[in-house]
């Protein structure tokens, strides 16, 4: 039970002490690109699904 304790202690010193947060400008810009970047996945995957739809529509 006690190296449980250990354990966590070193975890939440390491969280504070250690780890370098992103600024608030930072974590914008990072959560810009990745919405930017998911809505042209987005458009590209729905382009592939309307032309394979097509595609198939003429085969049949």
């Known amino acids: 039970m006690k190296k449980i304790g250990i354990y966590f202690e ?3 010193k390491e969280l504070i002490y250690k780890v370098t947060w ?8 990072s959560a810009i690109i990745v919405m930017t970047a998911s809505v042209i996945i987005a458009i590209v995957i729905f382009a592939m699904d309307i032309s394979f739809e097509n595609l198939l529509k003429l085969l049949y």
């Open 10 to 12: 070193e975890a939440f």
């Open 22 to 29: 992103p600024s608030w400008k930072e974590l914008q810009n």
